[in-house]
């Protein structure tokens, strides 16, 4: 008997995590794994590239997890530089070009595996492709920006946007020896934020010496004789660049699957069952940056471009794939980062996420320490909550702070999967000593002060 063959469309992190783990379930003899990567590398974190750029990751290959070779020993025919440009759902096959010979083929496959992942947002203003403006979103793109930063004539550096990639790019830039101007069409940096926390971001990258424009909206980009960017324009002002990053966001890399007739979400994702299985077709999966997932909290679905979703969504599919089981059951929106010593985080739904679902809530901020006050090194915080109107539901937590402020937002992600009113959420049995926490960690703080809130409005 013939064996089956599996093919996927994307080298990285969704796509070999499935490729790897339906070979765990079943050998070559019953599995042929074909997988196609259009790129040069596979398996990395995306999300180390601020890091490597900014000089604390010393090599590129430090953020690779698994490289083709290696991949190749596990009995996976991995063809890299090789893109596909169409899908045939019907006949069950796809088109392939080899980016460097341009040579085209078909490949048969019984079941697929789409994990084409996201793209930077790169707007349609003049300049936007001229040399020095870089997206990063790959390590490619990464190694283009190091490079275009020991070209720069200047060390001045524009960031576009203010989101995750954006605040991580500015320090990346600042740590390079850059002066670095971020600027953000919105009232704040962090629109993951609500603006009030914004706020407490914004003022500590000004203390830090990163000038933040909010209300900017970019107009193009201005080239020099050579080509080379030399400023970007807003509507009402002009800011001198030798390098421009954008970090506007990402958008999901679907247009493959929409030209196939593949179901796609009101965010532009695929959209999938709880089996990670593509709606509607039987032998077709799909993971990672390029689907729309099922937000718990909201009960909405959502686009999230983050590895840790990806790789739980390939293991899920090769599972599957593979003759076993497992489902995704959706995400709660836990997000963290950083900006030079400024700990960012972020778990379930904002005011206005809450507002568009029509849920009534109330919400509370608290300043407190990481440690005990009085132990040595105690560094500020403030936690905001939201929780549902009169039910006590958590419904969202934000922490901006200082060493040890971002990971305590788990406390949160874990009370939010399990539906935990904010009162139950104050009883928790968390770890306490001064090095590590005062008395009444702030997460508890925050939840004490709004459950009192939701007992008021209870009475009212």
Known sequence: MAAERLVVIGGDAAGMSAASQARRFRGPDELDIVAFERGHFTSYSACGIPYWVGG???????????????HRERAIDLRMRTEVTEIDVAGQRVRAVDRDSGEASWTG?????????????????????????????????????????????????????????????AEAMLKRGFEVTVLNRGPQPMSTLDPDMGRLVHEAMDGMGIT?????????????????????????????????????????ETALAGAAGLPLGSHGGLLTDPSMRVMGHQNIWAGGDCVEVLDLVSGRLRHIALGTHANKHGQVIGANVGGGYGT?????????????????????????????????????????????????????????????YRTGRLLGVQIVGREGAAKRVDIAAVALTARMTVDQVTALDLGYAPPFSPVWDPVLVAARKVNAAVREAGSA
Do not use: N
């Open 56 to 70: 604390d990751v010393g090599q590129r290959d430090d953020l690779i997890a698994r490289t083709p070779e290696e």
């Open 328 to 388: 995704f059951p959706g995400v709660v929106g836990t997000a963290v980062s950083k900006v030079c010593d400024l700990e960012i985080a972020r778990t379930g739904l904002r005011e206005k996420d809450a507002e568009a679902v029509g849920l009534r809530f109330v919400t509370a901020t608290v300043k407190s320490t990481g440690r005990a006050g009085y132990y040595p090194g105690a560094r500020p915080m403030t936690v905001k909550m939201l929780a549902e």
């Open 109 to 169: 496959y019984d079941k697929l595996v789409i994990a084409t992942g996201a793209r930077p947002v790169r707007p349609e203003l003049p300049g936007m492709d001229a040399a020095g403006v870089h997206g990063v979103q790959t390590l490619g793109d990464g190694q283009a920006l190091l490079d275009s930063l020991d070209r720069a004539p200047g060390r001045r550096a524009v960031v576009v946007g203010a989101g995750y990639i954006g605040v991580e790019m």
């Open 212 to 252: 933040t424009v909010s209300g900017a909206e970019v107009t193009g980009v201005r080239t020099g004789p050579d080509g080379r960017v030399t400023a970007v324009t807003t509507d009402g002002e002009t800011y001198p660049a030798d390098v421009v990053v954008l970090g506007i966001g990402v958008t999901p």
